[in-house]
């Protein structure tokens, strides 16, 4: 455990540049129109660029440091959860804090847009967190496939499914069904659970892949 403690120190610690971008997005977007998406929601842009960081920059330097690839994959799992937790609960406080002091402005916030906050803040805050974590896991694997053929294979069923599926009604109405089943669902229950099912099945899937990469 020691050794993954001091992975996730330093996966946390070079991604800087993730945390400064985010930070700057969130205290300087504005927007003049009477509808206003939340300044809470730009804390998601951390979940997005941060797995790009811990693969195409931190994979390399920590196995040239002699850390194993379970150890670092640990560690992106486990700082991974880490910064879900704290975007979810940074965006849950600016939700209840700072968006109604904006009463001259319609301010949207996507925990209302995708029905979470129907459960309560508490349980809103924790479908967040586990639909973050989704995201940046996803992110991970697919990022790390980018060097093989599989990844290149995956990148073009993902853009073939969108091209095929959204001018077509009856496939644009299955895409949008699996959206509201991992996003736009007010049952927390289901919602949570199919975010972990999902989570696990690409965790698994990210030490296939993992076992396969070289430096």
């Known amino acids: 455990m020691t050794v993954i403690f001091a992975i996730v120190k330093r996966l946390l610690a070079s991604n800087i540049i993730s945390f400064i971008l985010t930070a700057l997005v969130v205290l300087c977007a504005t927007s003049s129109g009477n509808v206003v ?9 951390l979940a997005v660029l941060t797995p790009f960081f811990f693969v195409f920059y931190d994979f390399s330097k920590l196995m040239h440091l002699g850390a194993s690839k379970k150890d670092y994959f640990l560690g992106c799992l486990i700082s991974y959860g880490f910064l879900a937790f704290c975007i979810s609960l940074i965006n849950t406080i600016i939700h209840l804090l700072i968006d109604p002091i ?11 847009v995708c029905k979470w906050t129907e459960n309560g803040m508490i349980v809103a805050a924790l479908q967040q967190m586990f639909f973050l974590l989704l995201v940046m896991i996803f992110l991970h694997v697919l990022l790390s496939m980018q060097a093989y053929w599989y990844g290149w294979l995956t990148d073009a069923v993902l853009v073939a499914i969108i091209c095929v599926f959204t001018p077509i009604a009856p496939l644009r109405a299955i895409l949008a069904g699996f959206f509201q089943i991992i996003m736009l669902n007010g049952n927390a229950v289901l919602h949570i659970c199919i975010c972990l099912l999902l989570s696990s ?15």
Do not use: E, P
Request: charged letters at 10%; a positive charge.
């Open 102 to 112: 904006y009463s001259a402005q319609t301010v949207i916030n996507l925990m209302d």
């Open 201 to 215: 099945a690409l965790s698994l899937g990210g030490l296939a892949v993992l076992k396969r990469k070289s430096l």
């Open 37 to 45: 998406l939340s300044n809470g929601n730009y804390t998601w842009l």
